[in-house]
T-cell receptor, first 119, second 113 residues
Framework: GAVVSQHPSWVICKSGTSVKIECRSLDFQATTMFWYRQFPKQSLMLMATSNEGSKATYEQGVEKDKFLINHASLTLSTLTVTSAHPEDSSFYIC???????????????FGPGTRLTVL | GQQLNQSPQSMFIQEGEDVSMNCTSSSIFNTWLWYKQDPGEGPVLLIA?????ELTSNGRLTAQFGITRKDSFLNISASIPSDVGIYFC?????????????FGKGTHLIIQP
């Protein structure tokens, strides 16, 4: 089956530093990937849509200058949390829709998530 | 952001019992998906529904896409200990995977042996 990986799985950083999270589609190409954030005991909330070769689109209330997204290839999207603060501590999860015949399908597969803790 | 209305929030059941949970929305979704999430992991897709009225099974799981496209339910028959976890419904508005998903708040399933 389709596999989406994320790296790192866990990251602890000091306040004010930047953290980069990678999302890879391992056995399929993904022109579109999605980034979600999940706070403890809450549901997943869509942050942004990552588009290969073009700018990401952000959901309302998500700061694009704080959460930088780069989708440089058909299998890799990165999320950089700039100048991280304790309130950015969360579980960040990416997803990608499977492509069939060059088109995205409606089935999305999720990565295993990255736990970010900002001290 | 918007969330789907998912209920119940949690369920305490005996092993072997059947489970039912549902999601509703005030707006139409063209795809409904059900995921299971274990602690510290990403959601795993259980069932995907693409047509209004569609009833789909995956082993002991059965899910239906409401005819109005504003609701869906998931049933689990003869629950076993490994069914423990948090179940999320998710809706997608546009076909073709161009949309991110809107999630329900989750149903926490706890099974007593």
């Amino acid at each position: 089956g389709a596999v989406v990986s994320q790296h790192p799985s866990w990251v602890i950083c000091k306040s004010g530093t930047s953290v980069k999270i990678e999302c890879r589609s391992l056995d399929f190409q993904a022109t579109t990937m999605f980034w979600y954030r999940q706070f403890p005991k809450q549901s997943l909330m869509l942050m942004a849509t990552s588009n290969e070769g073009s700018k990401a689109t952000y959901e309302q209330g998500v700061e694009k200058d704080k959460f930088l997204i780069n989708h440089a290839s058909l299998t890799l999207s990165t999320l950089t949390v700039t100048s991280a603060h304790p309130e950015d501590s969360s579980f960040y999860i990416c997803s990608a829709p499977i492509e069939a015949g060059g088109l995205n399908t409606d089935t999305q597969y999720f990565g295993p998530g990255t736990r970010l803790t900002v001290l | 952001g918007q969330q789907l209305n998912q209920s119940p929030q949690s369920m305490f059941i005996q092993e072997g019992e059947d489970v039912s949970m549902n999601c509703t929305s005030s707006s139409i979704f063209n795809t409904w998906l059900w995921y299971k999430q274990d602690p510290g992991e990403g959601p795993v897709l259980l069932i995907a529904l693409y047509k209004a009225g569609e009833l789909t099974s995956n082993g002991r799981l059965t899910a239906q896409f409401g005819i109005t496209r504003k609701d869906s339910f998931l049933n689990i028959s003869a629950s076993i200990p490994s069914d423990v976890g948090i179940y999320f419904c998710a809706g997608q508005r546009d076909w073709g995977g161009a949309d991110g998903l809107t999630f329900g708040k989750g149903t926490h399933l706890i099974i007593q042996p």
